[in-house]
Structures are given as structure tokens and as C-alpha cells.
């Protein structure tokens, strides 16, 4: 509307109509949203600390991205089909970029557990969209959550001091 053209028009001009730009639109924010995760975490080289860091990050960056928060808000039929599909291709990514951490894990290289990266993985999209009773802004809080949830390690901190 604020350049004067119709939806209709935009729509015409793509050869898939609003599905392309919609489906597009999705697939470049999530390459964005992943690059940023990745260089947030950048410099780390220990899984439990990568877990946390980019799930800090990640819950941030989410918070933060003001059309994907507009968008669920007006429109959320429009885009949640397509943020399904981005998901899936997320998850494989994720459990791709935390192959080689869990490689460099001695407690869980021992596991030998070929579906680890997968389960972290969706462990890291689950409280990425819905954190529970958990304060992702906490890092106590989120170590205690990568420790206990993420990797099954006994609780450092008891629950009652969280």
C-alpha cells in the first residue's frame, strides 16, 4: 500500500503468486536467522555452552524480529504454514552444524547415538518456541536447562533456588 501498487499486482508479478513471495520471504529470513545463531556462537567449542548461548540468542533474535512478531499477530494463517515446512528444514540443519560438537563430547561421543543431533535439535526449536516455566534471558537458568533436559546431566543447581 505504501508504494501505491496493489497486493494483487505484486502478487501477478511473481510466476507463484503470494505462495513464491511468502514461501521465499520465509526460506531468506530463516538463512538470516540461522547465520545469526551460528555467529553468536561462533568462538565456542563446547556443546553445553553452544546450547546455551545459541538458545539465548536465538530466543532474542526471535523476540526481536518485529515483521515476524507483526506478522504472527495479524496474520498468523498466512505465514505458520510456511514457518512449518522452515522448521523441518531447520531441525536438519541444526542437528548438521552439532555433528562435530558431539563428536568433541567425550560423554556423549560414548553414546554412540547416530538420532543425538536430531533430539537436541528439536529440544532447541521446542524452547525456542515455547519455553515453559523456564527464563531463557537467565543464563543459570538456561545452563540448568541444556544440563538437565538437553543432555540429561544431574541438576548443578537444585530446582528450588531457580
Known sequence: HE???????IYRHFSGGRDQIIAE????????????????????????????????AA????????LLQRTLTIEPEIVLPYLTVATEQMRQLIGA???PYL?????L????????????????????????????????????LVATQFLGRAATVPMEQL
Not at 127 to 136: F, K, P, R, V
Open 3 to 9: 508504494c501505491g501498487v496493489s497486493r494483487a499486482t
Open 25 to 56: 520471504m520465509v526460506k531468506s529470513e530463516v538463512d538470516d536467522f540461522l547465520d545469526a545463531v551460528a555467529a553468536a556462537v561462533g568462538d565456542i567449542d563446547q556443546l553445553d555452552e553452544l546450547l546455551v548461548m545459541g538458545l539465548m
Open 103 to 107: 563428536d568433541r563430547d567425550e560423554t
Open 97 to 99: 552444524f552439532l555433528g
Open 109 to 144: 561421543a560414548a553414546t554412540d547415538d547416530p538420532d543425538l543431533g536430531d533430539y537436541l535439535a528439536r529440544m532447541f526449536l521446542s524452547y525456542l518456541s515455547a519455553a515453559g516455566s523456564w527464563d531463557l534471558q537467565d543464563i543459570a537458568q538456561v545452563r540448568e
Open 59 to 66: 530466543r532474542r533474535l526471535v523476540a526481536n524480529h518485529r
